[in-house]
């Protein structure tokens, strides 16, 4: 199964063996790495979506990361980074919804 890739300038289509968009004329120079599970993504969205998940539990910095990696993620057209970003995100609102009833009482 090959994943789609799309032109970073335009959004169109384009084969993976292409080196300049058919559509825009855009030039994929930016190499893109690849990863254990054979899926290409951007070190960028990745990392924001790992750091709104590990920070879950820190209502701040959860919610800041993972709306990050949300917009990272659809940037680079990425659904595995939308929904990793997602659930921090969730995991985030949940523990503030948390930390204000339980940490607020006296």
């Known amino acids: 199964?090959?994943?789609k890739r799309y032109c970073k300038n335009c959004g169109r289509e384009v084969k993976k063996e292409d080196k300049t968009c058919p559509t825009c004329g855009w030039d994929f120079k930016t190499p893109l790495e690849h990863t254990i599970a054979g899926?290409?993504?951007y070190p960028n969205d990745v990392i924001f979506a790992t750091l709104s998940i590990v920070t879950a539990f820190l209502p701040g910095p959860g919610i800041i990361f993972g709306v990050i990696g949300i917009v990272q993620g659809a940037k680079e057209y990425s659904k595995k980074v939308?929904?990793?970003?997602s659930i921090g995100l969730a995991?985030?609102?949940?523990?503030l919804v948390l930390w204000a009833y339980f940490g607020f009482k006296s």
């Open 91 to 95: 995991i985030s609102i949940v523990s």
């Open 82 to 85: 939308i929904i990793a970003s």
């Open 39 to 41: 899926f290409y993504h």
């Open 1 to 3: 199964m090959s994943r």
